[in-house]
């Protein structure tokens, strides 16, 4: 696979986010409309479009890889947002410590985190 290429939407390794807005995010010098997850073993598009699409199934691919992720940044959107409890749980009985807040804001601290090498991941919710 070619660096920065996207294939069935995922892109092998980590990758810093270079910019989100306008629907979207670029990173690993391509840019791709829509929500995504920022994993250890790469980025990852994610169907969901709003916090109240946030569900066990929404994050799954995050807790299967759950032993590679100390943080999991949440961007809620525009709006911070809160996680439902029973998500919560679940984070933390998996070992992952969770922080829900702008995706902005999720972005920057993802690309500080992962800049020091930092078990992070991240769910990125677009926005327009």
Known sequence: MAPGRMYDGFVPGR?????????????AEMSHRGSILALPSGIKAWEVTSPAEFSLDAFAPVLAEAAEIDVLLV???REAAALPEALRRRFKD????????????????????????RKVAAALVAVP
Do not use: C, K, P, W
């Open 15 to 27: 990758h810093l986010i270079d910019s989100y807005g306008a629907g979207g995010f670029r990173f």
């Open 75 to 77: 961007g809620t959107g």
């Open 94 to 117: 998996a070992g992952i410590g969770v922080d829900a807040m702008q995706t902005g804001a999720a972005a920057r601290t993802y690309n500080i985190l992962a800049a020091e090498n």
